[in-house]
């Protein structure tokens, strides 16, 4: 078992940043992909971006592309959103998933059926 932990949401006006982070701990010595995902009210939770367990691999939604950048420090079991240039439609709780992979692949998963561990999540809201 993994458990994730997010921090890092608030409140900022459109145009700012944040930065996201995702904690994990438990059962770290396996490796793990994450993902980031985000969910808005009255919205289905959708794919913001991830990252394969060494980091060689990014993928990202074509909304935020460009604008958010997905990190990760294996020594620390953390992963980092960093979200540039928000906008109001980025307003979101935003989640940290992760997946149990193989240490030598370079697959990240955009689907939320390919995770198996969520956290809690931290509300990001942009006003405009």
């Known amino acids: 078992q993994v458990q994730l932990v997010e921090s890092g949401g608030g409140l900022v006006q459109a145009g700012g940043s944040l930065r996201l982070s995702c904690a994990a701990s438990?059962?770290?010595?396996?490796?793990?992909?994450m993902g980031w995902f985000r969910q808005a009210p009255g919205k289905e939770r959708e794919f913001v971006a991830a990252?394969?367990?060494?980091?060689?691999?990014?993928g990202y939604a074509d909304s935020v592309k460009g604008r958010f950048t997905i990190s990760r420090d294996n020594a620390k079991n953390t992963v980092a959103l960093q979200m540039n240039s928000l906008k109001p439609e980025d307003t979101a709780v935003y989640y940290c998933?992760?997946?149990?992979?193989?240490?030598?692949?370079?697959?990240?998963?955009?689907?939320?059926?390919?995770?198996?561990?969520w956290g809690q999540g931290t509300q990001v809201t942009v006003s405009s």
């Open positions: 998933a992760a997946v149990s992979t193989s240490w030598y692949s370079s697959s990240y998963y955009a689907g939320i059926s390919d995770y198996d561990y």
């Open positions: 990252i394969s367990w060494s980091g060689a691999s990014t």
């Open positions: 438990g059962r770290t010595s396996r490796t793990y992909a």
